[in-house]
C-alpha cells in the first residue's frame, strides 16, 4: 500500500487521550492540518487548535458529548487496564450509531488481533467500522524520557533494568506514530489494516545504554533482571497481573519477539521514521 496525500474534507475528528504521549501529538498534527478536533480528557484539559472535552471511558455519562458530530476517532485504551475491551466495545458501539466511520486504534506491535487486552478490541473493530486501521507500535523511545519509570532510573542511578537480555526493539518516536495516525485519520482511503510501527533500527537495551552515554556524556548501564525479579519490581507499583504481563513482555523480547523492523511509517508519511540518536539528541537540547 502507497501513501497518499489527499485528505478527505473530514468533520470532526474525536482524539481520546489527547493529552497524552501519542493524543497530544496527533491532536496538533490535525489541528495544523486545518481539521477540527475534539480533544477529550478526562480533565478536558484546554488543547491549542481543538476543542477540549470531559471524557473517561469508565463513565458512559460522558460520552454522548464526546461523540456529538464526529465522523472519524483516535483510539487510546484506558491506562493499565488488562480488559479494555469490557469498556470500549460499548463505547464504538455507540460510536458506530451516532455516526462515527473511521476508528484508527492504537494497539501494540507485541499483541496481535485476538490477542489479550487490547487484541480483543482489535479484532472487533473491523466488524464495527466501515474504516479503520490499528497502530501497532514497537516500544516507545519516549519511555526513555520526562517521568518514565526508564527515565527515573537512567536519571537517579545511571541504569535501565530490564528482563530483555540481549534481545532487540525496534523503538519508535511517538512523533512518528501521531504522523501515521494522522494519515490513517484523513487520507482518501483508510488503510483498513493494522501496522507495525518501528523505528529504523532494532536495537538491545546495552545498545540504548551505550548511546545515551554518548549523547549525554552521562554513563548509563543496562542491568540484566529475571523475569521474576522484573515482575516484583513493577508490582510494587501497578496491580500483580498487569506486572506479570508487562514483565512477560520483556521475556519475550528476550526470546527475539520484537526484533523487527517495518517500513511502515515511511510508507504511509513520505519520510524515515527517526532514530534513537537523534531523540536523545533532541531531549538533551530540551525540545523533544
Known amino acids: 500500500m502507497t501513501s497518499t496525500t489527499t485528505s478527505t474534507s473530514t468533520g470532526t475528528t474525536l482524539v481520546i487521550g489527547a493529552t497524552g504521549t501519542t493524543g497530544s501529538r496527533v491532536t496538533a498534527r490535525l489541528a495544523a492540518e486545518g481539521h477540527r478536533v475534539r480533544a477529550a480528557s478526562r480533565k478536558a484539559a484546554p488543547v491549542d487548535g481543538a476543542r477540549a472535552v470531559r471524557f473517561d471511558w469508565n463513565e458512559p455519562a460522558s460520552w454522548d458529548a464526546a461523540l456529538a458530530g464526529v465522523d472519524r476517532a483516535y483510539l487510546v485504551p484506558p491506562i493499565g487496564s488488562s480488559d479494555p475491551a469490557a469498556v470500549m466495545l460499548p463505547f464504538l458501539r455507540q460510536a458506530r450509531a451516532t455516526g462515527v466511520r473511521r476508528a484508527v486504534l492504537l494497539g501494540s506491535s507485541a499483541i496481535p488481533a485476538g490477542g489479550p487486552a487490547v487484541g480483543q478490541v482489535h479484532e472487533a473493530l473491523p466488524g464495527l467500522f466501515p474504516e479503520w486501521a490499528v497502530l501497532r507500535p514497537s516500544w516507545f523511545m519516549q519511555n526513555f524520557a520526562g517521568h518514565a519509570p526508564h527515565a527515573r532510573s537512567i536519571r537517579e542511578e545511571g541504569a535501565i533494568r530490564t528482563a530483555s537480555g540481549d534481545g532487540r526493539v525496534g ?83 528476550a526470546g527475539g519477539a520484537e526484533d523487527r523492523t517495518t517500513d511502515a511509517v515511511a510508507r504511509l508519511t513520505g519520510r524515515p521514521a527517526g532514530t534513537l540518536r537523534a531523540f536523545v539528541e533532541r531531549e538533551v537540547r530540551g525540545n523533544g
Open 171 to 253: 523503538f519508535i518516536d511517538a512523533g512518528d506514530i501521531a504522523a501515521v495516525a494522522v494519515r490513517a485519520l484523513t487520507d482518501e482511503r483508510a488503510p483498513d489494516t493494522d501496522l507495525i510501527l518501528t523505528g529504523p533500527e532494532a536495537l538491545s537495551y546495552d545498545d540504548v545504554a551505550a548511546i545515551i552515554t554518548e549523547v549525554t556524556g552521562r554513563p548509563v548501564e543496562h542491568r540484566h533482571l529475571t523475569f521474576e525479579e522484573l515482575r516484583d519490581r513493577w508490582a510494587a507499583e501497578i496491580p500483580l497481573e498487569f506486572a506479570t504481563m508487562l514483565a512477560g513482555m520483556d521475556r519475550a523480547i
